[in-house]
């Protein structure tokens, strides 16, 4: 008889624990105390869109803003791609080491960082013409979410003067 009361008081009081923190969460949730949710991330660049012109065989350099607009530090994967010419990122230019089409940086929740983006114009391209980069940042944190800026680069056109010699 000692062993059947024994069980039924541990029964009891494994019911008044899970009644007791059925309460408890209820009254955490009800007063916003409960555990926060897994933060959100997110990403924008400035600008959206950007043009520059430059003339054949020179380089025309963009400044993209990276911006973790999450809650939370965030890994970014920076990628151009869809252009014809010569393209690369740096995530500090005053150290431009090799030439890169993707890179990672890293920034903390509201934190941002300016990225080059250097456009090689060809020595053989005609005046007027153009070619377009897709930047694209995308979160680690949520790989669905990413911001496009699209550079578009116009070579300009080559302006011979006639020499007149006066004599």
Known sequence: NLMTNTSRTNRLALIGLLVFSAIMALALLQHGLAAAAPTAAGVTVQPASDAKSGAPGSYVTYTVRVTNSGAATDIFTLTVTGQVWATDIFA???????????????????????????????????GGTQDVTTFRARSQN????????????TATHKLYLPLVVKS
Request: aromatic share 6%; net charge negative.
């Open 92 to 126: 500090t230019p005053e150290t431009i080491i090799i030439p890169r089409t993707t890179i990672l940086i890293q920034l903390n929740a509201s934190e941002f960082r300016d990225v080059a983006v250097r456009v090689f114009i060809p020595y053989t391209v005609a």
């Open 142 to 153: 949520d790989p669905t979410l990413s911001a496009i800026a699209t550079l578009t680069t």
